[in-house]
T-cell receptor
Framework: ETGVTQTPRHLVMGMTNKKSLKCEQH?????MYWYKQSAKKPLELMFV???????ENNSVPSRFSPECPNSSHLFLHLHTLQPEDSALYLC??????????????FGEGSRLTVL | GESVGLHLPTLSVQEGDNSIINCAYS??????FIWYKQESGKGPQFIID?????DKRQGQRVTVLLNKTVKHLSLQIAATQPGDSAVYFC??????????FGTGTRLTIIP
């Protein structure tokens, strides 16, 4: 139990569907992250939020839309995805962002399959 | 571009032996490194970190060695156990706010 909870754990959706991934952290952290993990590729940072403000959008297509209503919750809204978007989506949190605060606490991920 | 975490993709080790997992990085300005462990069906979990002003750091059954001359990082696991089977990633910071991860090494423990 890492203190970061992601739902759903598995999601199958068609290319025209709209769905959302949810992440909640119970660690009192101020920064939250979305990462994409595809087979045989490094973890790809997608978005960073610090004190609810987005500080990083790593050139992510607009069909992925993040939302951070407060420091404990992070959403990833999905719309008109492509099959190549199938991957494990990992949420993480940390006390702060920046050097020296590198310990990210990850959730167990949401396995997304786009048909 | 810069890269980190150029790993051997797989490593098999006999239970009870020591494991050494290697990682190369290309950015000489990288100043903070972290090792993560990812077990099947779980998210990555922090193991140990090291700053660039150190060359060695020890934890419980793990040691990280940093050789800045050749830009090489290694994770040593003593007396490997079945629970050590996982994918191991190194990651680095180089002055910005983002961790950059490598592709990882899958460690398999042979009973």
């Amino acid at each position: 139990e890492t203190g970061v909870t992601q739902t759903p754990r598995h999601l199958v959706m068609g290319m025209t569907n709209k769905k959302s991934l949810k992440c909640e952290q119970h660690l009192g952290h101020n920064a939250m992250y979305w990462y994409k993990q595809s087979a045989k590729k490094p973890l790809e940072l997608m978005f960073v939020y610090n004190f609810k403000e987005q500080t990083e959008n790593n050139s992510v297509p607009s069909r992925f839309s993040p939302e951070c209503p407060n420091s404990s919750h992070l959403f990833l809204h999905l719309h008109t995805l492509q099959p190549e978007d199938s991957a494990l989506y990992l949420c993480a949190s940390s006390q702060y962002i920046g050097l020296g605060t590198g310990e990210l606490f990850f959730g167990e991920g949401s396995r997304l399959t786009v048909l | 571009g810069e890269s980190v975490g150029l790993h051997l993709p797989t490593l098999s080790v006999q239970e009870g032996d020591n494991s050494i997992i290697n990682c190369a990085y290309s950015n000489s300005a990288s100043d903070y490194f972290i090792w993560y462990k990812q077990e099947s069906g779980k998210g990555p979990q922090f193991i140990i970190d090291i700053r660039s002003n150190m060359d060695k750091r020890q934890g419980q059954r793990v040691t990280v060695l940093l050789n800045k001359t050749v830009k090489h990082l290694s994770l040593q696991i003593a007396a490997t156990q079945p629970g050590d089977s996982a994918v191991y990633f190194c990651a680095d910071y180089f002055g910005n706010e983002k961790l950059t991860f490598g592709t990882g090494t899958r460690l398999t423990i042979i009973p």
